[in-house]
Every structure is written in C-alpha cells, then in structure tokens.
C-alpha cells in the first residue's frame, strides 16, 4: 500500500506565497511521475505541474513564472512552491504519483487527500 500526505495549504493574501509539500510512504520500490493538481469549486481537476524522476518539468499555462514544482527522491517528496498568489488559484491542490512498489510491477497512479489553497485579501 502506498500513502501520499499532502500538507502546507491555508488562507494567504494576493500576492502572497505558500509552498505545499507531498510525502510518499509505505511499499516503495520507485517514484516515476509526481505532480499537482487542483480543483476550484464547479470546476473540473486540472493539472498544474508536473515532474519526472530525472527533473524534467512541465506547468500549465496559467502557473508559468509564478509556480515552481521540485522534489527529493531520497525523501519521496515533491514541492510546490506558489509565488505571487492570484485569487484565481484558490482551490483544492492535489498530489499525485505514479509508483511502482515492486520491480515487476507496472507504475501505478496514487493520490493524496489534497490540501485547500485559499488566496484573498
């Protein structure tokens, strides 16, 4: 079983900045994909970042320049670090990855329970 626990969300002003963190634990042989994603109320789940396990990054468009996504793959832990906060980017963060908890197994997608992100003033 694989468990992610997201944690740093809360209420920050626009403009402001909040970095969420994401912990991997339990049967791990291999981390590929990690990422974020988020969820406005009456909105669908969308991605926001996303990095692979050599550092390769990807962002949506409307985060580019203000969110940055890394990770520790000794600590199976992805970061995302939010910048210059907009009340657009009020929403459910979400963490996922794809591990694999064997050699043989294919890569499997997991998700946290999410964390809320609340941007006004």
């Known amino acids: 079983q694989v468990q992610l626990v997201e944690s740093g969300g809360g209420l920050v002003q626009p403009g402001g900045s909040l970095r969420l963190s994401c912990a991997a634990s339990?049967?791990?042989?291999?981390?590929?994909?990690m990422g974020w994603y988020r969820q406005a109320p009456g909105k669908q789940r969308e991605l926001v970042a996303v990095?692979?396990?050599?550092?390769?990054?990807s962002y949506a468009d409307s985060v580019k320049g203000r969110f940055t996504i890394s990770r520790d793959n000794a600590k199976n832990t992805v970061y995302l670090r939010m910048n210059n906060l907009k009340p657009e980017d009020t929403a459910v963060y979400y963490c996922?990855?794809?591990?694999?908890?064997?050699?043989?197994?294919?890569?499997?997608?997991?998700w946290g329970q999410g964390t809320q992100v609340a941007v006004s003033s």
């Open positions: 990095i692979s396990s050599g550092g390769s990054t």
């Open positions: 339990g049967s791990i042989f291999s981390i590929n994909d």
């Open positions: 996922n990855a794809f591990v694999r908890m064997y050699s043989w197994d294919p890569p499997r997608g997991y």
